[in-house]
Nanobody, 122 residues
Framework: QVQLVDSGGESVQAGGSLRLSCVAT?????VAWFREALGKQREGVAT???????YYSDSVKGRFTISKDNGENTVYLQMDSLKSEDSGMYYC???????????????????WGQGTQVTVSS
């Protein structure tokens, strides 16, 4: 059983930056970050595979950076140039099988963090 604990969400002004963290009891083959805005479906924003290769949704490409520290079993999401539309609950997720499917689909992930709230005010 893999447990994920995500943290780092805060309220921030538009244009600002935040770094989210996801600490895992064990890093799975693929870890993803999702977000869910009020009234909207959960959206996958970034993944990182077991070799550290990142992938981003178009909505965050060029502004967000996903990385991991295998020694600390931690995956990070650095979010820069934040916009109001980036607001939402952010979740990290782990996948049993290797590889990171594209597009980033929530049904492919088994393990989920509890979520951390990001609020971007304009």
């Amino acid at each position: 059983q893999v447990q994920l604990v995500d943290s780092g969400g805060e309220s921030v002004q538009a244009g600002g930056s935040l770094r989210l963290s996801c600490v895992a009891t064990k890093l799975t083959g693929c870890v993803a970050w999702f977000r869910e805005a009020l009234g909207k479906q959960r959206e996958g924003v970034a993944t990182i595979d077991d070799e550290g290769r990142p992938y981003y949704s178009d909505s965050v490409k060029g502004r967000f950076t996903i990385s991991k520290d295998n020694g600390e079993n931690t995956v990070y999401l650095q979010m820069d140039s934040l916009k109001s539309e980036d607001s939402g609950m952010y979740y990290c997720a782990g996948r049993i099988l290797g590889g990171c499917p594209r597009p980033i689909d929530r049904v492919s992930y088994t393990y989920w963090g509890q979520g951390t709230q990001v609020t971007v005010s304009s």
